[in-house]
């Protein structure tokens, strides 16, 4: 089984990936939607990809492709702790006060930004494809006096020195990573949490309290929702769709019923996925 990620190796995500499925053959790609548009064209049999983090939020290019262009469902959703290091090439000695630019994913840095401003303030921050390939350029640049922001492993994948452990903002951060298959799947991981079903909804046109309404159908149903919010519909200024995230274990049908009531309403609704939740069962350095 073919299994693609967010790559190269050592990223979070090939650690979700590899720890979810030991067994198969971890395949790399340089940004999310090639990720994505990988399992949605069969060119690998699953597709892993972060969705979420504590810090910084929705991975909102992630959101929008499972929106906009995969017919792929969701199969399952894998919590990952995220420590963030800075490191250096061990050749050129580099402290954290020395360097002259930082490197990492956008979301990384954006995790770092209270360690940037107060101990790298004025440094030059240049945002990568991964947290990986910021560690992979830094090793192939051993004379320049450039650090990245990546996780243990890819130090240790790399051969770089990390100068500051957990560089992140706060200690429990962590990113949720879903896992994209036609095929149901098994998780190799132990412990196996609450299920969840992911919907897209666009609301009636032109409804006073649309939006109140459509909540309304899952309220009085007494399904819980874990998580709400919108983003652009691209179709013009104003309009948007919303993902939800129902806790659905034990309440197939009554989510059955709630979707179909907001149809009667003019909603239109799709379901994303129904899946459960797996946790790393350590935390990563």
């Not at 910084?56 to 499972?66: Q, W």
């Given at each position: 089984m073919k299994i693609g990620y967010l790559g190269p190796v050592a990223t979070f995500t090939h650690s979700a990936a590899i720890s979810a499925f030991p067994n198969g053959e971890a395949v790399a790609y340089a940004t999310i939607p090639d990720c994505i548009m990988a399992i949605e064209?069969?060119?690998v049999d699953v597709a892993v990809v972060p969705i979420e983090n504590t810090l910084?939020?929705?991975?909102?290019?992630?959101?929008?492709?499972?929106f906009h262009i995969s017919s792929v469902p969701i199969v399952a959703e894998i919590v990952v702790p995220i420590a963030q290091h800075l490191m250096v090439h061990p050749n050129n000695k580099a402290t954290w006060h020395s360097v002259q630019k930082v490197m990492s994913h956008p979301q990384a840095i954006a995790q770092c930004h209270t360690f940037l401003q107060?101990?790298?303030?004025?440094?030059?921050?240049e945002t990568t494809p991964s947290t990986a390939y910021a560690a992979e350029w830094v090793s192939k640049h051993p004379d320049e006096l450039v650090a990245a922001i990546a996780p243990y492993m890819a130090a240790d994948e790399y051969g770089l020195t990390i100068v500051q452990e957990n560089a992140q903002d706060i200690e429990l951060n962590q990113t949720r990573f879903v896992v994209l298959s036609r095929n149901p799947v098994r998780i190799a991981l132990p412990d196996r949490e609450e299920e969840k079903t992911s919907v897209s909804v666009i609301l009636p046109n032109n409804m006073p309290g649309a939006l109140h309404k459509v909540l309304a159908t899952f309220a009085w149903r007494n399904i819980d929702m874990s998580k709400i919010e919108s983003r652009p519909l691209k179709t013009s200024l104003g309009e948007y769709f919303f993902l939800i995230d129902l806790l659905s274990d034990g309440e197939a049908k009554l989510v059955q019923n709630a979707l179909e009531e907001i149809a009667l309403l003019g909603g239109k609704t799709r379901e994303l996925g129904t899946y459960h939740v797996y946790r790393l069962p350590v935390k990563m350095k």
């Open positions: 064209k069969g060119k910084e939020g929705t991975v909102n290019i992630t959101l929008d492709y499972l107060t101990e790298l303030y004025g440094v030059e921050r």
